[in-house]
């Protein structure tokens, strides 16, 4: 491909394309463009398009958006594994030597030009160059882009600023991989490299910018750049430091715990947001600082401790200065975090041990920060997928809930007594407020659940929930007197919000509580799968499952198929309903929750398997249209499977009937390509073939082995095991059906063992 303004315009219109809602316009347009990436030139007439200033900025942000992808994806050099899987019967080989789909003069061309492009763009372009060259850096940084560090070094003494923080957000992408890889000698050689080219102008340019905020504070534009260069910069600062403390950072500790604590007492009120919702500067910036201190924290309290002292002081203050509105959310959680790592440590434990000072952390911080606010209200009634996400799936890290439950173990580590004493009175009195109004007073109970919950939990597992608890903590009383008579009021719609929260206690403690509760209430959660709260018939449904998994006497199921039984029909019917829901037809809850009851069932789920299996293929010939839960997939395929072979075990001769049911949606899955669900189908149609009986392996089977062999679908690394595994039925069920020559291909080798 040419570098010229007719494949520059060639590419724009197919560019123009892939931003169609229209599947029939865009899709035409993606598999165009992806047929073209291995064409030399390809990524620089990406980048020159993305440079034309006279072409509408959402095709050059496609453009980049495109670009990042296409480097995320074939950057890396590959080399392709010989052997790829070895089985009793067969081998499978790629003849392939290493996938270099990008020409070395194009990687170099990029490397050049890409920097300049990136700093010169505006903000949304910006982002994704950025991110590109991250990716790249990530292969080629330092060995082999051996100038890039100098590029952006030297672009920070232009006094720029709008240059500077892009300088200093690609830092970031580049750098922010040291926080998390594991410690190695080639890794800390390149750290050094970076420290000792980078580090320097880092601090002088982050010591002048916080000169600058002084001399332009009349100057509202200035002070937002000024500000926003600050947050970049503190996250670089937190990226260089996360694998050590590096020496250089070490002798400049007083500059830069000096600033952190100006910048965290400052008030700007100039560069507040007007909304409840949108997060300031100023809360970005002092978020980042207050995670730069809980790292050092953590991990070098003989450095820091002498700075400790201030800064737990202005924490506690900026706390009880901050309102409830979301826009603070990500400060007060990470401000709460600080002050859960100082708790967390034996060395600054002293500074909480009086009681009256844990009173006060309680009833000023803790307790505030646990409320259920009119935000939280209405996430549960407005977006209840996020709801649970937030709570019930671990992702809440970002919240103040989690943060103040986060501190409260802290503290309980070293002052559980204490902590269990005063938080016990506090959480009596909510519930006796509770009692004394019920409609009015919910969120007094809320709190005290999740007080109670806080104090008892101390270790945990995903399959387990709670597996060490505060043994001061009575929960199986607090179970029967505050949570089961909730559970079993008949009205399910009645305060959902505690119906969740109960559901939610019995599902975290379902390995603390007696069995006999635990069988008890998996009736009830059946009719609360009924709930119009869509919070609480997810957490049901949610509950249900992990129930299911628990062990009971001689570490067999607590739940076993003839007690499930019984209630069997109501359950599924409820599930089903719930996949019913407009715009929640992909419910990966109930999904599971199905596919761990048939589990449980066994044989006996036989009765209901005729109406079961209409209703999965039914969902499956919809949800195959256009896929977009991962996880519900995934589940609904694993029920499909578990049904296939639950029938098959017994009655080997209904595999043909799967089959009539089965292939004709397979066979519009395979032909539409649908890549979320090709992996899944061979691995359906490996399973089929297996539970037939050796012998002739049937002609619609036989038909699909030609294109099993199809080098192109061993480019995705998800078809590759369950491919292998359908050769391997192909082979041990009629190998006599099978020629050599079916099995030689170009860039694919079968051989039997």
């Known amino acids: 491909m040419e570098l010229n303004d007719s494949n520059l315009q060639t590419l724009s219109g197919y560019l123009m394309q892939t931003l169609s809602p229209d599947a029939a316009v865009r899709r035409p347009a993606e598999k165009f463009l992806e047929s073209i990436e291995g064409n030399k030139n390809y990524p620089l007439l990406l980048l020159h398009l993305v440079n034309k200033q006279d072409l509408d900025l959402s095709i050059r942000t496609s453009g980049a958006i495109v670009f990042k992808n296409f480097i995320k994806r074939n950057w890396e050099i590959v080399s392709r594994v010989q052997v790829l899987h070895s089985f009793i019967i067969l081998h499978v080989i790629f003849k392939v030597d290493d996938q270099n789909k990008i020409h070395e003069d194009d990687r170099s061309r990029v ?15 910006q982002k994704q160059l950025s991110d590109a060259i991250s990716i790249i850096g990530k292969f080629d940084f330092p060995k082999k882009w051996t100038d890039l560090l100098s590029k952006l070094t030297t672009k920070c003494e232009t006094g720029d600023f709008n240059i500077i923080n892009g300088v200093m957000h690609t830092a970031h992408s580049l750098f922010k991989r040291y926080r998390y890889e594991f410690k190695s000698q080639e890794l800390w050689m390149e750290i050094k490299m970076v420290l000792n080219g980078f580090a320097p102008t880092l601090t002088d340019l982050f010591n002048k910018t916080v000169g600058l905020t002084a001399v332009h504070k009349d100057n509202l534009i200035a002070m937002r750049t000024l500000y926003s260069s600050l947050t970049i910069m503190c996250k670089v600062f937190c990226s260089l430091n996360s694998q050590d403390l590096p020496e250089y950072f ?96 034996p060395t600054y434990s002293k500074l909480f041990e009086d009681t009256n000072a844990l009173t006060s952390i309680c009833e000023k911080v803790v307790i505030p920060n646990m409320e259920f606010r009119t935000s939280d209200e209405e996430l549960f009634e407005d977006n209840p997928e996020e709801y649970i996400r937030r709570d019930i799936e671990g992702s809440d890290v970002d919240t103040r809930r989690r943060a103040a439950c986060d501190l409260v173990r802290a503290l309980s580590h070293h002052f559980e007594a204490k902590m269990t004493e005063i938080f016990s009175a506090y959480v009596m009195a909510m519930l006796a407020k509770y009692e004394q109004n019920p409609a009015t007073n919910w969120k007094c109970k809320d709190s005290a659940i999740y007080m109670v919950t806080s104090l008892a939990a101390k270790g945990q597992t995903q399959r387990s929930g709670i597996t060490q608890i505060n043994e001061l903590v009575n929960l199986t009383d607090f179970a029967s007197k505050y949570i089961i008579p909730e559970i079993d009021n008949a009205d399910v719609n009645k305060i959902p919000v505690i119906k969740a929260d109960c559901v939610k206690y019995l599902m975290v403690f379902r390995s603390q509580l007696p069995g006999q509760i635990m069988l008890g209430v998996v009736p009830r959660l059946i009719n609360l799968l009924e709930s119009s709260s869509p919070v609480v018939h997810n957490y049901a449904a949610i509950t249900t499952e992990k129930i299911l998994l628990l062990r009971g006497l001689n570490n067999g199921p607590l739940v076993t198929s003839d007690m499930l039984a019984p209630v069997a029909r109501q359950l599924f019917k409820n599930l089903f309903v719930m996949t019913s829901i407009a715009g929640a037809e992909e419910n990966e809850y109930a999904m599971k929750a199905l596919m761990r009851s048939i589990s449980t069932l066994q044989e006996n789920v036989m009765p209901f398997l005729p109406e079961i299996l209409t209703k999965l293929t039914e969902r499956l010939r919809i949800t195959a249209r256009n896929p977009s839960k991962p996880h519900f997939n995934h589940y609904l395929f694993e029920t499909l499977s578990l049904a296939i072979r639950i029938v098959c075990k017994s009655n080997p001769e209904a595999v043909p009937s799967f089959e009539d049911v089965l292939f004709p949606i397979f066979q519009e899955i395979l032909q539409a390509d649908v890549q979320e669900f090709v ?18 392996i049937p002609d ?48 694919v080798h079968v051989e039997f063992t």
Request: proline residues 6%; glycine residues 6%.
């Open 250 to 345: 070490e002798d400049n500790i007083a500059l830069w715990m000096g600033h952190f604590h100006t910048l965290l007492v400052v008030q700007e009120p100039s560069l507040e947001t007007d909304g409840d919702e949108e997060v300031g500067i100023m809360q970005e910036l002092k978020s980042q600082i207050c995670d730069n201190i809980a790292m050092y924290a953590r991990k070098y309290d003989e450095e820091f401790g002498a700075y400790l002292p201030g800064f737990v002081t202005d924490i506690w203050g900026l706390l009880i200065s901050l309102g409830p509105q979301p826009k603070y959310d990500l400060l007060v959680s990470n401000a709460l975090q600080f002050l859960a790592s100082v708790a967390d440590r």
């Open 700 to 747: 619609s089977y036989m038909a699909l082995f030609p294109c099993l062999m199809m080098p192109v679908l061993y480019e995705r690394p998800g078809n590759i095991g369950p491919l292998i595994r359908l050769l391997q039925a192909f082979v041990s069920r009629g190998a006599a059906q099978i020629s050599l020559d079916q099995l030689v291909m170009t860039d």
């Open 111 to 125: 490397k050049a030009f890409i920097v300049d492009l990136m700093l010169g763009s505006p903000l949304n372009i």
């Open 679 to 696: 992996p899944y189908v061979f691995q359906l149609l490996s399973l089929l073939l297996e539970l037939r009986p050796s012998g002739t």
